[in-house]
């Protein structure tokens, strides 16, 4: 009997027999999975929904609830706030968030379906409350709608795309607005038909041929055969396999929160395994919450050898992402008593210097006299004509820091919060084929959310919400052109 391995398809030939049969098989059941299976049984196929835990939720369970979505005039929600997003802002906000990483093809399908998936997902039961919250904050504690969830307003994306906020959070009191939304997802998934099959997991596909025509389960400890028309991969990412992460992003390595359930890599590995082809594997997102409480947005950051490296109005992740690329043990987030409030217990930010002036914070932190001081007397003096002529930074966030006493808090890449996420992955069409190397759709292979490269494709651009609206988005068109794979 040929072993049964995840790095490896197990031939169709010499399956002894089938346990089970179905038209999809879908493995993961968090929202990418969840949508795949909504849209394949509403197109008629027979579907199964494999989870090796013991029920729903995934990455998607652990997040907020927040969708990004614009364009075609706006959302209704938008509309309502005084703010219209044409098609064309929206897809060249999401090209400029990709940065080198961008699939123009998804950008521009997404941009052009999201008013249509917001409609579909409000007709899956999702509740919004159409409010607007203005502000620089990570996630609303209540239940509004609208927020600013990247780095529309600030440089240099402000001057590719009419700024715009698209952050669209579910109607849910306080943080984890995700694990409700997989919920109603997953009471549409089982009104829908599909056969949910916990506690399984995934150990190989089944090929005949260049076609993928079946998985391996394994489910009470046997390896069971699936044989499925079409195989729908949404497992999401490698976070929490440190293997994979010492030889695909080991920038990783210097951070220490990983943000995951089972995210150990297996659904890429199995779409390697067939022939996908694994891009961009090297992109993280990262985040430190500075911006708890808002007034910290105001502030400046320098590294270790006392210069700015980033205009601090972005997306509070996009600044995030950035610290990691500073040399030394962290960042230091530099306050003045007019701005300064205690940060959250969990974020393990520490009081690094005080000073009644910058010299004496500057001599605090051990930096050589003439670096900080410098920095901080350059951005003063532009800050109070309203200009930051190295990074841009915008009013009203730009504000000079010049009420004594002044405050160094230390972001630590050891020690300090830095929550962190996976976006590389297998590359896949618009139609969330899985490709291979030579760019060829590998037949009955599909594949959607983070175990794929998709809408988040950089770390350095990504907004939140990105990633639900590529798993909801991305699986809805998997699980549809799954279904049309047994026609």
């Known amino acids: 009997m040929t072993e049964i391995s995840l790095y490896k398809p197990y031939p169709a030939a010499e399956v002894p027999a089938w346990d089970m049969e179905t038209d999809v098989a879908i493995i993961g059941f968090g929202a990418t999975g969840a949508c795949a299976a909504i849209e394949a049984a509403q197109a008629g196929a027979r579907v199964m929904l494999f989870e090796r835990n013991s029920g729903s939720g995934g990455a998607s369970g652990l997040s907020g609830g927040e969708i990004y979505i614009g364009g075609n005039g706006g959302t209704d929600v938008q509309r309502a706030a005084g703010f219209s997003d044409t098609t064309e802002d929206f897809a060249a906000y999401l090209k400029a968030a990709g940065g080198p990483c961008a699939d123009d093809a998804k950008c521009d399908a997404y941009a052009i379906g999201a008013l249509d998936h917001f409609a579909w997902l409000k007709a899956q039961g999702v509740p919004y409350k159409g409010t607007y919250l203005p502000g620089k904050i990570i996630e609303p504690t209540g239940d509004d709608t609208l927020i600013w969830s990247g780095s529309e307003a600030a440089t240099p994306f402000r001057h590719v795309a009419k700024p715009a906020p698209r952050g669209h959070v579910i109607q849910h009191m306080g943080w984890g607005g995700g694990r409700p939304l997989v919920d109603i997802l ?17 150990l190989a596909l089944v090929q005949d041929g260049e076609r993928i025509v079946g998985v391996v389960m394994r489910i009470d400890n046997q390896p069971r055969f699936v044989k499925a028309a079409a195989v729908v991969l949404a497992t999401g990412g490698f976070v929490m396999n440190e293997a994979m992460r010492r030889k ?32 961009h594997m090297d992109q993280f997102f990262t985040t430190c919450p500075w911006t708890i409480p808002e007034s910290h947005a105001h502030g400046v950051f320098v590294n270790v050898k006392g210069q700015r490296f980033i205009n601090e109005d972005c997306y509070h992740g996009r600044v995030s992402r950035t610290m990691v690329d500073q040399p030394g043990h962290g960042v230091y987030l530099l ?13 393990r930010m520490s009081i690094a210097a005080t000073g009644d002036d910058w010299a004496e914070v500057e001599g605090e932190l051990g930096m050589l006299p ?5 920095t901080m007397d350059f951005y003063n003096a532009h800050a109070r004509e309203g200009r930051d002529p190295l990074f841009d930074k915008q ?26 996420f996976t976006l590389g992955g297998l590359k896949t069409s618009a139609s969330a084929e899985v490709l291979s190397r030579a760019g060829t759709p590998i037949p009955g292979l599909f594949a959607a959310g983070r175990c ?20 909801t ?7 549809r052109n799954a279904a049309r794979a047994n026609s």
């Open 186 to 202: 997953e009471k549409r998934a089982r009104e829908s038909g599909v056969e949910v099959v916990v506690d399984a997991r995934a």
């Open 248 to 279: 695909y992003a080991p920038q990783t390595l210097r951070i220490n929160s990983p943000i995951g359930d089972k995210d150990d890599g297996t659904g890429i590995e199995l779409g390697i395994s067939a022939g996908g082809d694994a891009i």
């Open 335 to 347: 306050l003045d008593s007019a701005h300064y409030q205690q940060a959250p217990d969990f974020a």
């Open 370 to 374: 003439g670096t900080l001081t410098p």
């Open 395 to 420: 009013p009203p966030i730009l504000v000079p820091l010049d009420q004594g006493p002044f405050i160094a808090l230390e972001l630590n890449f050891e020690t300090s919060y830095f929550s962190f």
């Open 452 to 471: 794929t490269s998709g809408l988040p494709a950089w770390g350095h651009g990504y907004s939140s919400g990105m990633s639900l609206a590529d798993c």
């Open 473 to 479: 988005f991305f699986g809805r068109a998997a699980g």
